[in-house]
């Protein structure tokens, strides 16, 4: 089985088709199911954030395993097969590898650096994990992803070649002027509650602002947010913030009376139409900046032409953020990368090659208490002692002459090239499959286990 990644992203497709491919949460689960039902794959994980679509996949057959995978994509997605195919990019074996952990670091991101990235791909796993779909590879792997994101924030200086979504967006809304002078005391409106929206309160708070509303489809749950932001200790306790939850009814209301409004929710249709903001801006000297982070959209692009509205959203990001970050740092977390997909591709193939090794062990054991067997019929006189003295002499025998080729087919099998030792061994000792097979799927169900599954 191999690795396989088919995806789309900011870097492939226009803003336009990375809105129509995206996909609701309760399609990602289906995706997922239905990816490991299909023949070629056996284990699968989907990526899905406001500028990428990846499902990554263990697949025994590459181009049966692009067709499905792709295929999947466009049925989960709101765009078809034919739309897609054009942005769609694949990597496979280490190529993915190398992909996901430059995508971990922040590499592959639309502001390069940016650390919220590590937060999508623990859900990614978790959902996989969720849906059973995640096996050894893709925990393997993406787990190793986000302790090579950690590595890359805390050992390199990427943390400065970029910032979060939010905070590059809230900059491109002040216009040159530093953030928290720019927001200081006004009103904010921000829609939706989930982790981006959440993050999106507390750099807002942060800044300084003095008046936020927080509206949500679920009421609750805005409640809690604006708790939190106020609570003692919380990043609006200092600064006398006014803070409340709101339902989506009362969102035209809340525009009218907002500075700055911040969307990012997992609607399928606009949440503020050109009209609606038209109509906050009535009788107002005001302007007012709106933040939209959703994909697909969550405001309205011909507010980009109205009047007294200044709307930056992924589109608007994309095109700003192709300036250059700081090189030095870039190529300190593209070697960081490098050498940790060649530790990955190792530890792999070494792994690979376990299970036949275990294969190979419990057969000579076998062959062991075998002729044993056959010696205490042979030699019915022999006493305890020394039968387990014979006993001992033989495994021990067995064991030295194991140990020196076992220990150098691990060392070879980790080496680039090194996939075939393993069915090298089962023809030289003549191993059952079946035997070696119980071994993966004992290993299997070990990991599954043990990540929660």
Not at 24 to 34: H, S, V
Not at 313 to 334: F, G, H, N, Q
Not at 416 to 442: I, N
Request: net charge negative.
């Amino acid at each position: 089985m191999s690795l396989l990644v088919v995806g789309l992203s900011h870097r492939s497709a226009p803003v336009s088709v990375l809105e129509r491919a995206a996909l609701a949460p309760e399609a990602r689960g289906k995706l997922l199911q239905d990816a490991v039902s299909a023949e070629p794959a056996a284990e699968a994980a989907v990526l899905s954030t406001c500028n990428r679509i990846e499902v990554y996949a263990d697949v025994d057959k590459f181009h049966a395993g692009v067709a499905e995978l792709s295929t999947l994509l466009a049925r989960h997605s709101g765009a078809g097969l034919e739309e897609l195919t054009p942005y769609l990019y694949v990597h496979y074996e280490d190529r993915a590898v190398h992909h996901l952990f430059s995508v971990a670091c922040g590499l592959d991101s639309m502001v390069v650096g940016e650390g919220q990235i590590l937060g999508q791909i623990k859900d990614a796993l978790a959902v996989a994990q969720e849906q059973h779909t995640a096996g050894r590879l893709l925990n393997d792997l993406f787990q190793q992803a986000l302790r090579v994101g950690k590595r890359a924030h805390s050992e390199t200086g990427i943390d400065k070649a970029g910032q979060s979504l939010v905070t590059f967006g809230l900059e491109q809304l002040a216009g040159g002027t530093e953030v928290d002078t720019w927001a200081r005391g006004k009103r904010a409106l921000v829609i939706g509650a989930g982790s981006m929206s959440s993050l999106a309160a507390t750099t807002l708070v942060r800044a300084g602002i003095g008046e936020l509303a927080v509206a949500n489809r679920t009421v609750e749950r805005a409640e809690r947010l604006t708790q939190i932001l106020t609570e003692p200790g919380g990043p609006g306790a200092g600064n006398r913030l006014r803070a409340r939850a709101a339902a989506m009814t009362c969102v035209e209301h809340e525009l009218a009376v907002a500075d700055i409004v911040i969307s990012c929710t997992g609607a399928t249709g606009l949440v503020l139409g050109g009209e609606m903001v038209a109509s906050a801006l009535t009788g107002r000297d005001a302007p007012l900046a709106l933040l939209d982070l959703a994909m697909p959209r969550d405001i309205d692009a011909a507010v980009h032409r109205i009047e007294g509205a200044h709307l930056v959203d992924i589109e608007t990001l994309a095109d700003a953020s192709a300036d250059a970050p700081m090189a030095a740092d870039v190529d300190a977390v593209r070697t960081l990368v490098s050498e940790e997909v060649a530790a990955f591709g190792a530890a792999q193939r070494a792994a690979h090659i376990t299970p036949t090794v275990v294969a190979l062990r419990t057969m000579a054991a076998d062959v062991v208490t075998s002729e044993i067997a056959r010696l205490d019929g042979r030699l019915p006189d022999l006493d305890d002692k020394q039968r387990a003295e014979i006993t001992q002499t033989v495994r021990r025998v067995v064991d030295k002459l194991l140990h020196a080729p076992t220990v150098r087919v691990k060392q070879l099998a980790s080496e680039p090239g090194g996939a075939g030792y393993a069915d090298a061994l089962r023809e030289l000792f003549d191993l059952d499959p079946q035997t070696v097979a119980a071994v993966s799927r004992a290993d299997v169900r070990s990991t599954q286990h043990g990540s929660g599954q």
